[in-house]
């Protein structure tokens, strides 16, 4: 009896290990995982030309001058809060990827020192509604 309560101990600690190391690997994996935030916002009527133009400029502008950035932007339609299906209004998105919060901050900061940048962003916001601009934040699935 004695041996047999040995085994069935044993085989519990075994499988306790096992699954300790499983969620581990699961909480590491997610925290490898990359951060995207996305910014949607509505284009002003008639501004959807120059929101393409600016998008691109914009996308250029940070691949050029900051190599491994992942900033991407892109026009067209989501279903937002201030997205309506019997009016539907152009919209553009900017999309970052970061390993963390604190990278995007930084990156943030180093971006608002950036005059071109900076002269970019004033651009984009008078071709869009500032008010219907919507953020999300989600990690990179696996």
Known sequence: MT???RRRHAARAVLTLIAVS???AVAAAQADRAFVFSRVCNVL??????????ARDMVTLVNERYPGAELTTQTGRWMTGFQSLEVPVDQIRFTEQHPDQTSREDFNMILLGDEEFVALQRRVADVVDAATCTESRFRVPS
């Open 22 to 24: 499983a969620v581990m």
């Open 3 to 5: 041996e047999i309560w």
């Open 45 to 54: 009527p008639g501004g959807k030309a120059e929101a393409d133009r600016l």
